[in-house]
């Protein structure tokens, strides 16, 4: 897409609309899908593990068979013995009585180098296809660390030094889930959709957070009927020194499937802090307007996306309010693109 990428500015967004493709060319296929079995060693996975509960183990159990129990899968017995090596010496001889910790498990598979980002302190990768990196802006929104992908598909990223306040948000994950559900329910009732929440740890018990929702926009006052709908997800990382936040909208893309992965593959490197009066804030990243919301210490997104859409199409009716041959040729782009109710 040409309105925005590689240097950011915005050229005009009366290119928009021929960017969008066709409603043939807007499936959503899974990018980077989990995977409950794996082809290959660990250093070619990212391991998300699922909450964890304690299984107490019954006589005639084998680790199979609970993982069989657990999550209808006996083969991935393996990761019930990984996750309590420290009182399983051997995956055949286990007891009843024996309390193991039992995390699900899914996995995701390594896109390879390069790595997508890379500082002495931490570094992540770019979902599958190209990714340069950059800045965007429309109107009022602005970020100047953007993986920028095809079409309408950006991920805008934000790196700082871990916060108090963002620990104690997502401390109570419930709370701070219906804190969102309230928010979208006051502020954007009509555009807002499908809100849905994840929560992940990594192997080394990092914690990752997922939000994800639809963002309608209403194209009567564009002169159109129906609504376009652009998906997007927030992912939020911690580390023992970081907190990695990475904002990604698309149109026809599983940005879902997409900054869940970026989101898993952040790390913090393991020599980024032998100096302890290091920090990343100095690095000037930023996603700007910054709007208040009761999650102290996240980064508020919904009225990023929604400033960052309304300005194109600001910037679309004025371009076609100064040249009606202009408006015409753009009408006739966009009714080449199907645009329907929101689901």
Known sequence: M?????????????????????????????????????????????????DTQDYEVQPGDSLWKIAEGLWNDGGRYPDLYADNRSQIRNPDLIYPGMILQAAGSAYLKKQGPPTAFSTPQYCFDSPPGSWPVGT?????????????????????????????????????????????????????????????????????????YLYSYTYAIDMEPYGEEGELRIDVCVGIKLTQHLQAQFVGFGYGYDMHGAVRYVTASFEEKPDGYEDKSVSVNGSNMQITPV?????????????????????????????????PEEKERLLQQLHAVEIGPLE
């Open 291 to 323: 709007s208040e919301w009761s999650v102290h210490g996240l980064y508020n997104a919904f009225p990023w996306v929604d400033e960052y859409f309304t300005a194109i199409l600001r910037e679309f009716t004025g371009a076609s309010d100064r040249d």
């Open 136 to 208: 965007t802006q429309s109107g009022e929104a602005w970020a100047n660390l953007v993986l920028l992908g095809d079409g309408i598909s950006d991920i805008a990223c934000l790196v700082q030094d871990k916060e108090p306040a963002t620990v104690q948000a997502l401390l109570d994950w419930e709370s701070c889930t219906l804190q969102i559900q309230n928010y979208v329910a006051e502020q954007y009732p009509d555009t807002v959709s499908g809100l849905s929440f994840e929560r992940y740890r990594s192997v080394k018990q990092e914690d990752i």
């Open 2 to 50: 040409e309105f925005l990428k590689k240097t950011g500015c915005l050229i005009g967004s009366s290119l928009l609309l021929a960017a969008l493709p066709p409603l043939a060319a807007a499936a959503q296929d899974p990018v980077c899908p989990f995977l409950y079995e794996t082809d290959g060693g660990s250093d070619s996975y990212i391991r998300l593990l699922e």
